[in-house]
């Protein structure tokens, strides 16, 4: 049996690699669209909570610890509006509707400023009260604003 002519078989092998590069282009936008997979970002805002002792009746407590990564290659100014406003929050169902937010406290109009040095991280630690009238056990959406930076997680209360 005769071998086919060169110009078909790199033919044939350009059209098999094409399709493989296709392949793995796609996948890797799969990914990176569906959430799975992030490029890195300079700043990340990583927000964690865990649900306190429930008491009947009483608040429901719950810690939330914030940190903020800076990894670009150069220092962050953070500024708010005021101390109430490093740290903002919001609880919602799953579909979104609103269910509490960080009531609204005393604040003076006074700026506030921070700065992140390049490939440092901050840490912060918030216990705030859920309202036991509000909030019941299931699954929530919890939105964080920490120094202008946003970030949500799934929530459950039990």
Same mark, same amino acid.
């Given at each position: 049996m005769a071998r086919p002519p060169l110009k078909a078989?790199?033919?044939?092998?350009?059209?098999?690699?094409s399709f493989a590069m296709l392949a793995a282009v796609g996948v890797?936008?799969?990914? /990176?669209?569906s959430?799975?997979?992030?490029?890195?970002e300079p700043v990340k805002l990583i927000?964690?909570?865990?649900?306190?002792?429930a008491t009947p009746d009483?608040?429901?407590?719950?810690?939330?610890?914030?940190?903020?990564e800076n990894n670009g290659k150069?220092?962050?100014a953070l500024t708010a509006p005021t101390q109430c406003d490093v740290f903002r929050w919001f609880l919602t169902g799953t579909n979104k509707e609103f269910v509490e937010a960080?009531?609204?406290g005393a604040c003076a109009k006074v700026t506030v400023a921070n700065y992140l040095?390049?490939?440092?991280?901050?840490?912060?630690?918030?216990? /705030?009260?859920?309202?036991?009238?509000?909030?019941?056990p299931g699954d929530y959406l919890f939105f964080v604003r920490y120094w202008g930076h946003e970030e949500n997680i799934p929530l459950t209360i039990k």
């Open positions: 078989d790199v033919s044939q092998r350009m059209m098999n690699m890797i936008a799969y990914f /990176i669209y959430g799975n997979v992030q490029p890195d927000v964690t909570a865990e649900q306190g002792a009483k608040p429901l407590p719950l810690d939330v610890t914030v940190r903020l150069e220092g962050l960080q009531p609204e040095d390049s490939h440092h991280a901050m840490t912060e630690k918030y216990t /705030i009260t859920l309202d036991p009238e509000r909030v019941h």
